[in-house]
């Protein structure tokens, strides 16, 4: 493995085998793409300037998202992560690259991408299931279609926001079980949804699917992504075309994309499918991702969902939402669906932790235990994975804070 | 009325009252802003800069969407409105405005707005009560939750097309209720819903609910629409997150947006809602819009669905979407739902005129009736209402024909 010149980050979780792209700015100057290493940032636009690579990469580097950057193509990814790789490996270029390597601590971060469309997939079997024992005890956990099909939908995509973004406690109608009319007020129930994201760099045509097996030609990298949900908002509102605003209110993705060149090792087999997929779906071919995620609740790990557990793989995912024609298009964000695993510690929202509300979990660190968030609650997402270099790489992490109904 | 020089407007559906924006294009020109009056679109852009009035206008409407017109705000929306009904109503500004009035036989029309976000609404009782029956029969057509919230979701803002874009008859998966197990291939079941679109203008804050009279403030004007939707796709998928394929694959506005300021003779009365909505539905304040519809299959009106019949208003739809705090953004689009009336000849829907497959409709044009949509069929959408000039106005129309699967 290629080893940096770059104080601080040789063996750490953002060695040169990992570097994910973002959005930064310093006090005072226009946002633009840089890629960390270590804790530092590495300005593109100007070392880029100093000679190579193409001038056509500077300008991309330039702009405030990460889609100029994207919409070029895999052909140019490759060849600026080849590129990044030789600036920060070869002690040749640290002179006139180390005037560009800002400290983290020195820079504000931006969400990455402009988003085009945001999709949310349902890919858990194990949240899936968890979800229908608690909503329809008694009843088969899966729907019929669950496994011929990756269930999704579409959300909002002028909520997706950035790492650290407040929450405010959504309001909206909610009706329990037993009241006999709505009611309108803050939520009640105000949950997370520990997800996976992943960020299309290049589009394809209206009316022309995109195959399995073209995944990485149009996936440019992945996220972490909290897609925040009101339950009772959604409980009422949800039949029979989906859920709305019980989503619509915020979805938080980190600040660093990953791309897919530095999760090369992160690729497994998935846990088994059956009944096999149909074709369009590439059964046999689709591979998971070993990624561990941790739920962190006001500074405590309350759960460590696996995303190697996940049922459906990320290009079946992405063969499902275009087999109808639909197109893709720069920035189009599509996420895995809450993660949980096998085991009662691994579940990736608290409706399951708590089994909607009725179990409490964390009495080991607070008292009487806890059920939904409470204003105040800060919710911190990592994920990390097996990096190409032998150790573990972090992907970036996604924060969030509730603020009190306005 | 201010009457208009313009040759064969005055009178017409396209009178001086009505002046819809759209966005145009002559041969190896650039697309941009125009406005419709009779025949021909008024460039507008080139006039703007002759003088009066302001330099931002121009340079709004040199752009190749209305969203940095839109962008602008209200007062800018009826500031240029009334110089435009200057320019086109007064002799005085004739020898210098006439070189831009192009024939609209010699332009190209383009999607007028670049889409945000896209929800579709589901505000036809009748609408939502014939699907009911049809889908769930012996039961209760109207879910518990339908008449006390706008029932909606959102859909994919990028697949979102012009009028006249063909549409590809999408493939997926289906099941019928007889089949034991999915199949792969084009859908069977290919249908048109025939709404109306509203187009936000003007964006809003994150966590800032927008109130139901704050309506002419956000939304621009309104588009014909089209929600192609693939029945049997829809019914294998839909269960539990709602419509994805089924509808992702296409759906069709209108060129032309006609401006909330032409539309301020067709406001009525809501057909009446019990029980009274929650306060932020603005219940009692709420009016509808009296337009028609027709629906034409390959040049024969099918149906004509009167929205005067819709539920919910628009300004609720509003209230709704955003009650939650999201946030909204210029661009955004939101759809009533199918409009249906009361009576068989004004559904909506092939399925509904139909009857789910089962009561083939048009015997009078066509031998043995239709039910679903066929390979080169031609659906036309089109939309008048009463015109502030005491004679009516055409909105504008949405345009479809049917291409075989891929």
Redesign the interface.
Known sequence: MTTTWVEGAAGSLFDIDNLPYGVFSRPGEEPRVGVRIGDHVLDLAPVAELGDPASELAAAWRTPSLNAFMAMGGEWWRTARGWIVEVLGDEVHRARTQPHLVPLADVSLHLPVEV??Y?DF?ASEYHASNVGRIFRPGQEPL?P?WK??P?????????V?GSGTPV?R????R?APTEE??S?GPSRRLDIEAELGFVVGSGSE????VAHDAFPDHVFGVVGLNDWS?RD?QA???????????K???TSVSHWVTPLQALGAAWTELPGQD?TP???LGPGEAKGLDIDVEVVLNGEVVSRPPYRTMYWSPAQMLA??T???????TG?LYASGTISGTEPDQRGSFLELSWGGKEPFGAEHWEGGRTFLEDGDEVVLRYTAPGTGGGRIALGEVVGRIEPA?
Chains 1, 2 share one sequence.
Do not use: C
Not at 206 to 209: C, E, I, N, R, W
Not at 323 to 329: C, D, K
């Open positions: 085009a469309d999709v349902y729907l279609n011929h099909l269930v999704g939908y579409h959300g909002r995509a002028g909520t926001v405010v959504p309001q909206g109608q009706k009319v709505p309108f209206l009316g022309s699917p009101a908002i009422w509102e949800y039949v029979p075309l989906g859920p709305f605003l019980g619509s209110f915020a009944p149909l074709p369009y499902h939402m087999v109808n024609g639909a197109s893709l298009r189009d306005r």
